[in-house]
């Protein structure tokens, strides 16, 4: 059981450049997230998805794309790539049923991203 | 708009003190998470909290709704604990599980 995995670990892309951050979880959670970690700030959410086919954007959500077409992968895409895109990236996940782990949140080890 | 905030931003404490760090948010809550993350940058749930007082080894959390403010404390503090602590809400009726407000974290340092 290897939780939220989440890759690369570090890129650096120039401006304009494209991407796409990958994110799987083996634990059979509902819901998956993306955020951006940037100094000094508190995690911001960039994008969702509640289940397989269903995603919805978050606070932070310009200049991304995702997609949901499993229940265990939830890429972020980044198109056209700009320095105020370097951050820190999170994936997380959680499971939105009943039982005890209901609603704790796991979370990916984080992806390093620098446009320069 | 939520607000979460988190007292002290940085904290230095010797081995085997008594550590407390704080969290208040402004709007009413449906859950409480306390998050570790450490050096390497990996972030750790430590507690999820509606009401009350969890205890995890030397790791307490409790949370006042009515004031709207919770603690996280650490008995016997280690090195090992060093690490930043996140404070992160979920609002009542955002309309989907989960969406957090985070706070921007403590950093404690502990020395021997």
């Known amino acids: 059981n290897a939780g939220v995995t989440q890759t690369p670990k570090f890129r650096i892309l120039k401006i304009g450049q494209s991407m796409t951050l990958q994110c799987a979880q083996d634990m059979n959670h509902n819901y998956m997230y993306w955020y951006r970690q940037d100094p000094g700030m508190g995690l911001k959410l960039i994008y969702y998805?509640?289940?397989?086919?269903?995603?919805d954007k978050g606070e932070v959500p310009n200049g991304y794309n995702v997609s949901r077409s499993t229940t265990e992968d939830f890429p972020l895409r980044l198109e056209l790539a700009a320095p105020s895109q370097t951050s820190v990236y999170f994936c997380a996940s959680s499971y939105a049923g009943q039982g005890a782990s209901r609603n704790t949140i796991y979370f990916g080890e984080g992806s390093w991203l620098t446009v320069v | 708009k939520n607000e979460v905030e988190q007292s002290p931003q940085n904290l230095t404490a010797q081995e085997g003190e008594f550590i407390t760090i704080n969290c208040s948010y402004s709007v009413g809550i449906s859950a409480l998470h306390w998050l570790q993350q450490h050096p390497g940058g990996g972030i750790v749930s430590l507690f999820m909290?509606?009401?009350g007082k969890k205890k995890h080894g030397r790791l307490i959390a409790t949370i006042n709704i009515q004031e709207k403010h919770s603690s996280l404390h650490i008995t016997a503090s280690h090195p090992r604990d060093s690490a930043v602590y996140i404070c992160?809400?979920?609002?009542?009726?955002?309309?989907?599980?989960?969406?957090?407000?985070f706070g921007t974290g403590t950093r404690l340092q502990v020395t021997l």
């Open positions: 992160a809400v979920r609002e009542i009726n955002t309309g989907t599980a989960s969406k957090l407000t």
């Open positions: 909290l509606s009401s």
């Open positions: 998805s509640v289940g397989a086919g269903i995603t």
